[in-house]
């Protein structure tokens, strides 16, 4: 785990990395990340609170002890973690982030300028965050251990584990079926990680090309892309869903009320693509599932929700992380099916019930996708 943050802070310029690189691994290995702020403090997020370099390279609790980040320092910073070359990253950018080797994302913000071709250029840099990815499996639930023939969003706040999850469920779907993965922002599977066997990851692409290459030659059971959100992402989804393909995405909502507001997703779900909605713990358990949504318009039970573990103990849960790394197969030990089926329903509220309901097409566009 100390590994991913020395990776990460290696691409920073010397003032930074050399110090950084000298922190202790027991500290380092749970750090998420590492925040930089024009005029403001070099900062180290951990779960239990946040951490900052001082000018001697040693780790304080201190504000006032900080080290400051000076204009020019954040300018090569920026330059540095571009690979010294801005205009290639450009594109990058201009969505709000950089993807370092090994999945590491950066977030930049400061003053964006339109240029005479309406393209964006950010300058003025004011801050920079550097999220640190772990190639981290996590446990799953019984019913997502075997692979879907209907489509699930998995939704969480962000930094919940919404990556985390879907490289754990692509690593143990791999073993039993085709899998395409789309990873646009190359956070799932970063160059140079060892991707599972029956998997086919298109690094980069744009949604709607991604998958419309996986389709056209790949012949997959189970499509999985990372964070869908804008128009685009809907219709590509919806093209996938048509040609008879399972799609498992995941999504920027912390409850089913932040899910329908968000307009893209409401119009996607009101055509059936997706049955199951998992929602992620948060920040604090990542990767850990909280509850279950039934959203197939057509179920008596579309809306309502379940916990997690219910009908099951959580010792027949369906595989650790370790199994997922090693490979260890276990069966369905006589569970039914759909043990989400079984549990005690909470009901949904009433305004949902009418979209819930709507007698469109199962898997239709839907016009205003």
Not at 281 to 295: M, T
């Amino acid at each position: 785990m100390a590994q991913s943050f020395y990776q990460a802070a290696a691409a920073l310029p010397a003032e930074l990395s050399d110090p950084l690189s000298r922190l202790d691994p027991e500290f380092v290995r749970d750090v998420t990340e590492i925040r930089l702020r024009t005029f403001g403090p070099v900062m180290l997020r951990k779960p239990q609170g946040v951490f900052f370099l001082n000018g001697r390279g040693v780790l304080t609790s201190e504000l006032s002890d900080a080290k400051k980040m000076s204009e020019a320092l954040m300018n090569d910073c920026f330059h540095a973690l571009c690979g010294y070359s801005v205009h290639s990253a450009q594109p990058q950018i201009n969505q709000g982030y950089l993807t370092l080797s090994g999945g590491h994302r950066v977030g930049v913000c400061g003053t964006m300028k339109q240029m005479p071709d309406q393209s964006y250029f950010v300058q003025e840099i004011a801050g920079i965050n550097i999220r640190i990815a772990r190639n981290a499996m996590c446990e799953l639930p019984r019913f997502l251990a075997d692979a879907p023939r209907e489509g699930i969003l998995i939704a969480g706040e962000p930094a919940s584990g919404k990556t985390t999850l879907l490289r754990s469920l692509v690593r143990w779907w791999a073993r039993t079926c085709c899998v395409s993965v789309v990873d646009e922002r190359q956070e799932l599977f970063p160059a140079g990680q060892m991707r599972p066997l029956d998997c086919d990851v298109f690094s980069g692409y744009p949604k709607h090309i991604g998958m419309q290459h996986a389709l056209r030659a790949f012949s997959p059971q189970v499509l999985v892309c990372d964070e869908i959100g804008a128009k685009e992402d809907a219709q590509a989804v919806c093209s996938a869903v048509n040609a008879g393909v399972c799609v498992v995405a995941s999504v920027h909502a912390a409850d089913l009320d932040g899910l329908y507001k968000r307009e893209p997703i409401r119009m996607l779900l009101e055509t059936g693509a997706f049955t199951k909605a998992v929602f992620l713990k948060g920040r604090a358990s990542p990767g850990q599932v909280r509850d279950i949504y039934d959203l197939d318009v057509h179920s008596e039970s579309a809306g309502r929700r379940m916990p997690p573990d219910a009908g099951r103990s959580r010792r027949n849960n369906a595989c650790t992380a370790a199994e997922i790394q090693t490979g260890a197969a276990r069966t369905n030990g006589g569970l039914p099916a759909q043990p989400w089926r079984n549990a005690q329903p909470a009901p949904w509220p009433d305004r949902r019930d009418a979209a819930a309901r709507r007698t469109s097409s199962r898997y239709g566009v839907s016009a205003g996708v």
